[in-house]
Nanobody, 122 residues
Framework: QVPLVELGGRLVQAGGSLRLSCAAS????????MGWFRQAPGKEREFVAV????????YYADSMKGRFTISRDNAKNTVYLQMNSLKPEDTAVYYC???????????????WGQGTQVTVSS
């Protein structure tokens, strides 16, 4: 069983919004910190946001602050990434990951999803 499955990626126009979801099958989901990362074509993977186990704490990459919001619903074993005011440079494959708060901020994770493509047209 795949531990993390991302959904919601699609083509969207610049200025639009999109919400990604990541469904976790791990029974320890509610104790994991969860993170979102992205990788654009020809670029290295970059950190987007992380949320702690109960949602009380979040942390964002500077370029995403104010536009992206990470949240989670432990009852549904799901973490979300709400993306607003999308720009063409947000085009990337978006991945969710599970691990510790400190490790995720260093792009280290215990589990990675397979990714979902987000394309922002100008």
């Amino acid at each position: 069983q795949v531990p993390l499955v991302e959904l919601g990626g699609r083509l969207v126009q610049a200025g639009g919004s999109l919400r990604l979801s990541c469904a976790a099958s791990r029974r320890t989901f509610s104790s994991d910190a969860m993170g979102w990362f992205r990788q654009a074509p020809g670029k290295e993977r970059e950190f987007v946001a992380v949320i702690n186990w109960n949602g009380d704490f979040t942390y964002y990459a500077d370029s995403m602050k104010g536009r992206f919001t990470i949240s989670r619903d432990n009852a549904k074993n799901t973490v979300y990434l709400q993306m607003n005011s999308l720009k063409p440079e947000d085009t990337a494959v978006y991945y969710c990951a599970a691990g510790s708060w400190s490790d995720l901020r260093k792009q280290r994770a215990d589990y990675w999803g397979q990714g979902t493509q987000v394309t922002v047209s100008s």
